[in-house]
């Protein structure tokens, strides 16, 4: 049943691969006028959410083959989450700045992948929680943990029994 469970989320850090491509797809979009406006969009957080799906997956194995290497991939895992989640800030900011001229389709082919990618990222966060005190404010701006910890209201509830073992 746990070799179950840690597939099942190791598999939740590596769809990230997936969703990556799926962004890096749109550029290929007959509804995109302009590839090279998209690229400029969405390169930047596809590679970095290969980089940090890398770190991540590479991080998840290694919490279960050296449980003493805690501390190491705390700092590890904190980062390839922060990066995700400065990515995403960057991409709307992006987005933001050109809707206003030319890319308001570029934004609607794009935005439903990458709201996907924030989601999965955020399970994965919990997923990391369950194993490593991880700090939010070392990952995200406040209101991003704030309605993070909304959002995520029962895992945490679960997250703090567990770690104060009740």
């Known amino acids: 049943m746990k070799n179950e469970i840690l597939e099942k989320q190791y598999r939740q850090i590596t769809a990230l691969y ?5 962004l890096a797809s749109t550029v290929e979009s007959g509804f995109v006028q302009d590839t090279d ?6 390169e930047p ?4 959410v290969a980089d940090s ?18 501390k190491t991939a705390k700092g590890r895992i904190e ?13 709307r900011n992006r987005v933001g700045l050109r809707s206003k001229k030319t ?14 990618i924030r989601k999965q990222v955020e399970k994965i966060t919990v997923i990391f929680m369950q ?11 406040k209101y991003e943990a704030e309605e993070f910890r909304r959002s995520n209201e029962k895992a945490f509830s679960t997250i703090t029994t567990t770690q104060l073992g009740y």
């Open 131 to 141: 194993l490593v005190n991880l700090s939010l404010d070392r990952i995200m701006h």
């Open 18 to 22: 997936d969703m990556a491509e799926e």
């Open 79 to 91: 980062g390839a989450l922060r990066k995700v989640f400065t990515a995403l800030e960057e991409y």
């Open 45 to 48: 957080l596809v590679h970095q």
């Open 103 to 116: 890319v308001v389709a570029l934004a609607n082919i794009a935005d439903p992948i990458v709201e996907k």
């Open 37 to 42: 406006a998209q690229i400029a969009i969405v």
């Open 53 to 70: 799906a890398d770190i991540l997956s590479e991080e998840f194995v290694t919490l279960f083959e050296v449980p003493a290497g805690k």
